[in-house]
């Protein structure tokens, strides 16, 4: 195998999980050796994992529609953690519910322009 052809295997979304996982490794190792105090941070943005994830699966292709999901709940997940504009798990899922309808809707439409461009598609 060609260094080029081993070039275009690499998987960007593992590749982002590496660098991720790697980053946290540091800032927990840190955190052991009080260098830094990572307590609050860790429970107050605890979601942006969620959100990293789902980063890392949107570059995938086939993961795409699972990645902007993970996205999206992190996203809220990180809202309500924070209490922006007095968000709640409680008051809040509701658009949890309003973000799966709009995806579903935005999904159908996206595949159903793709089918009719490529007529053989499924």
């Known amino acids: 195998m060609t260094g080029e052809e081993m ?14 996982m ?6 927990f190792l840190l955190d052991r050796f009080h260098f830094a105090d990572f307590g609050d941070l860790i ?4 979601p942006v994992l969620i959100i990293a ?4 699966k ?10 902007l999901w993970l996205m999206t709940v992190g996203t809220w997940l990180q809202l309500v953690t924070l209490r922006v504009s007095g968000m709640t798990y409680g008051n809040s899922w509701p658009l949890l519910l309003i ?15 793709r089918s009719r ?3 053989n598609a499924h």
């Open 117 to 119: 461009r490529e007529p």
């Open 22 to 27: 790697i980053g946290f490794g540091v800032l």
């Open 53 to 56: 994830i789902g980063i890392s």
């Open 99 to 113: 973000a799966l309808g709009a995806g579903i809707i935005l999904r159908t439409a996206i595949e159903s322009a």
């Open 7 to 20: 070039q275009r295997r690499v998987d960007p979304g593992k590749l982002f999980a590496g660098v991720m």
């Open 58 to 67: 949107l570059v995938r292709r086939n993961t795409m529609w699972a990645g």
């Open 43 to 46: 429970s107050h943005f605890w």
